[in-house]
């Protein structure tokens, strides 16, 4: 850590400390345990965000669809290489199964017919 010194008090008085005193070691453990909660939950954050976003703005499928879908397929991998057939027997209506399917594969509702 580069922590050799602490701003202390409401006119931010100078208190100098040594790198082998027990109150530097305590601000050294503070400082790694603020550092790990900040990069675990912007982890956290971050995965649920990019395993979500890929199921958001599905026209007809809500909270309620997405969580049975991720019951029924397990992973965000297995929906996707789901056709629209399985998407339906999950318990989508079709067109909300056509929905998702173009959704994840990029493609156009006439080739999703063939």
């Known amino acids: 850590h580069k922590t050799s010194e602490l701003f202390f008090g409401p006119n931010l008085e100078f208190v100098p ?7 530097f070691f305590l601000l050294q453990r503070i400082q790694d345990e603020v550092h790990r909660f900040a990069i675990t939950f912007h982890r956290q954050l971050r995965s649920k965000n990019s395993f979500a976003s890929k199921l958001d703005n599905i026209e007809g499928l809500g909270p309620k669809r997405k969580k049975n879908l991720l019951k029924e397929f397990k992973s965000l991998k297995n929906i996707t ?15 909300v199964a056509k929905n998702v399917y173009r959704h994840l594969h990029q493609e156009t509702t006439s080739e999703i017919e063939k």
Request: proline share 5%; net charge negative.
């Open 17 to 23: 400390l040594e790198r082998n005193s027990q109150e």
């Open 81 to 95: 290489a789901a056709s629209v057939e399985e998407l339906r027997k999950a318990g989508l209506p079709e067109t």
